[in-house]
Structures are given as C-alpha cells and as structure tokens.
C-alpha cells in the first residue's frame, strides 16, 4: 500500500507538468495558429500573458504538492530542518532575511509547518509565472518552457529548497527586468533574491556582463576569466571562505557541509553523476557555438543568454569540486530554459528530435529518478 502511494504522488507530479502547459497555454486563450520554424503544428491559446487566474491555479497545485511530497521528521535534512524552526519560532536571520519575515508572518496564523511549505511553494511557483510573464515569450517559447521547467527538477526546489527556491523565482524576475531594460524592478528584485539567499549577490557581476554582451571584448575578456577562475577555484574559494568566515563566524555552520574547519572542500563521491547531469547544457552551448552566425538573430538579447548559459555550464562543471556551485546555475535555469526554448522553436524537424533526446529526455530521466530515489529510499522528499 505505501508504495502505491508513493506512485500517486509521483503521477501528481506529472500532473503538474500537463497542468503548466494547460494552465500556461491553453486555459482561456483564444485560439490562434502556432508555427515553429516554418510550419504550423496546431493550434493553442493566442494569450500574451499567462492570466492571473492561472497562476493561481498553478501556485495551488503547487502548494498541495510540497503538503504531500513527504515527511519532516528526516533529522537534519531540508524539510525537517524548516519545520523545526517554524515550529520554535527561531528561525535565524542570518541563514535568510526572507525566509525568517515569511515564518514571522505566518506564525501569527498558525505554527504548524505545512502552512509554511504550502505558502512558500504556492510563492515561488507564482513569482516563476509572473516572470515568464515579464519576458513577454512567443506562445510556442513559452510552452517549451514551461515543459522545461516541468520536466527539470524546478518542481522539486519549491517543495523543500525553500531559501534557493525563492532566490531562484525572485532572480528570474530580476533578470526579466535587467533584459527589457527596467532596472529599477530589476535591482528591487534582485534584494528581495539575495534577502531570500546569498547566492544572488552573483546577479551583480552577471548584470554587468549583460549590460555589455553585445560588445566581443566582454565576452571574450568573460571566457579568460572563467578559465582562470575554473584552474584557481578551489585555492581562491578556500581563501574567501576562510576570510568571510573570520568576518562573519555564523557562516561557518552553513559552510560546514560543504567545508571543513580548515576551509577545505569536503569530498565529493559523486563527480561522475554531477558532470552527466548537465549534458543538455553543454550540448546546448556547443550548439550556440557551432551556430553562432545564425543563432544571434533569434533574439535582440541573444549575447546576454548565452552569457547566462556559459555560466550555468561553469557552475555545473564545478560541482565536480564542490556540490555547492550548483546553486549558482540553478539561480538561472529560468532564463536558460527560455532560451533553449527559443533555439528550439528555430531548429529545423531533424534538430529538434535531437534537441529532445539530448536536452529534454535528460531532465526528465534524472528528475525522475530523484523522485523514486526518494520516495522509495526516504518516503518522500526530504
């Protein structure tokens, strides 16, 4: 019976992915030809913009999933570690601003910790939406987006990862703002991501790279230092930490997982695994390389994407020293999904067979396989 279970909850998550098409797509859009290259497949919602009733809808389906997906009585782990602090009512400011005004502000409504989860999750989903709102997609960039985001693990993030999870919507909002040239919205939201968590300070740098990418300088002067950062990244990173640690001691007990007391990164047994995970950005990238006459008409922002995609490529790699680099690319899974997507929509039949066995089918299979991992191992996400 409790694996029976365990298979329902996992076909709610499918659930939610036909729902962000449904909901971002088709619910209450008057019908309109959607054509992909040159030719017209079908015919689906002619919307501008998500409606707010949809959002709602998909914040909702969002927000029962983090009440189901699992248990908080695993010690030490994500979910079990935010109830314990709702709970108490002590959460500590210094882990995340955001988080800790959020859990004051609903533990005037009641202490149980599903509340919590249920708003956070409901919170992100709809910050999410409202961003892809903001960069204004074609109808059919946006439903290979939101197909994106369901199939990755972007679902899971909201349901236990709640302080990177909302740094990540907040972001992809910042980001919107920053590519359509609003920077006021864009630096506004960019503090409520860093006050949710501190891997949003990377936006600063990252913006200045935007408001230059047309020039090849930039770009180039990018990829130099990138490489110098990748050749000198665990000497240089045990060196900040050490000195922020020294600045601000009640960091260390976040960094503790990731370092030991001498600053050194903690061993990581899964490399191999960590490397595979980003083959559809990688492959991504070497196509935008291969193609780059071509591609840099597809969108007026072309260059600042595919500075973000460098980066989340960076980052992924890096995990092979460190796990926790992968924050720094998840912050932009957002704007890179877009902009697969918008390749995507560009690409001729034969490469977008391609461009789903090698950017689509990874994201499903391991999204997939966390989901029975953790089901079946742990009764739940944890």
């Given at each position: 019976m409790t694996y029976i279970v365990y298979l329902l909850k996992i076909s709610y998550h499918i659930l939610i992915i036909f729902a962000l098409l449904f909901f971002g797509c088709y619910f209450h859009f008057k019908s309109t030809k959607i054509v992909i290259g040159n030719s017209t497949v079908g015919s689906i919602g002619g919307r501008k913009n998500i409606a707010i009733i949809s959002i709602i809808f998909l914040g909702l389906f969002e927000a029962f999933y983090s009440f189901i997906c699992?248990?908080?009585?695993?010690?030490?782990?994500?979910?079990?570690?935010?109830?314990?602090?709702?709970?108490?009512?002590?959460?500590?400011?210094?882990?995340?601003?955001?988080?800790?005004?959020?859990?004051?502000?609903?533990?005037?409504?009641?202490?149980?910790?599903?509340?919590?989860?249920?708003?956070?999750?409901?919170?992100?989903?709809?910050?999410?939406?409202i961003a892809i709102n903001i960069f204004e997609l074609p109808l059919n960039v946006r439903f290979m987006t939101l197909l994106c985001i369901g199939l990755s693990q972007c679902l899971l993030y909201g349901c236990y990862q709640i302080k990177q999870a909302l740094a990540t919507a907040f972001a992809a909002v910042s980001i919107a703002f920053m590519l359509k040239n609003r920077k006021i919205p864009a630096v506004i939201t960019l503090v409520l991501a860093i006050l949710f968590h501190?891997?949003?300070?990377?936006?600063?740098?990252?913006?200045?790279?935007?408001?230059?990418?047309?020039?090849?300088?930039?770009?180039?002067?990018?990829?130099?230092?990138?490489?110098?950062?990748?050749?000198?990244?665990e000497v240089a990173t045990r060196q900040a930490i050490q000195i922020i640690t020294s600045i601000i001691p009640s960091l260390q007990t976040q960094l503790s997982i990731y370092v030991d007391a001498t600053g050194a990164f903690e061993n990581n047994n899964t490399i191999a695994l960590s490397i595979i995970k980003g083959i559809p950005f990688y492959w991504l990238l070497y196509y935008?390389?291969?193609?780059?006459?071509?591609?840099?008409?597809?969108?007026?922002?072309?260059?600042?994407?595919?500075?973000?995609?460098?980066?989340?490529?960076?980052?992924?790699l890096l995990t092979a020293i460190t796990p926790w680099a992968w924050r720094f690319a998840e912050l932009l899974y957002i704007p890179v999904f877009i902009f697969a997507s918008e390749i995507y929509c560009d690409?001729?039949?034969?490469?977008?067979?391609?461009?789903?066995?090698?950017?689509?089918?990874?994201l499903a299979f391991f999204t997939f396989r966390k989901l029975f991992m953790c089901y079946f191992l742990y009764g739940g996400l944890i």
């Open positions: 699992g248990p908080l009585n695993e010690f030490l782990q994500d979910r079990s570690y935010y109830a314990f602090f709702y709970e108490k009512n002590a959460f500590n400011p210094v882990n995340s601003m955001g988080v800790y005004y959020l859990m004051k502000l609903l533990n005037h409504i009641s202490n149980n910790p599903y509340l919590f989860f249920c708003v956070a999750a409901f919170i992100y989903v709809v910050v999410i939406m501190e891997v949003a300070w990377i936006l600063v740098p990252i913006y200045v790279l935007i408001i230059f990418s047309d020039r090849r300088i930039v770009r180039y002067s990018m990829y130099v230092v990138l490489f110098i950062f990748i050749v000198g990244f935008c390389i291969k193609n780059k006459v071509k591609n840099n008409k597809i969108n007026d922002n072309y260059y600042a994407y595919y500075i973000l995609l460098v980066i989340v490529v960076v980052t992924t690409l001729s039949n034969k490469k977008k067979k391609e461009f789903v066995i090698i950017f689509l089918v990874p």
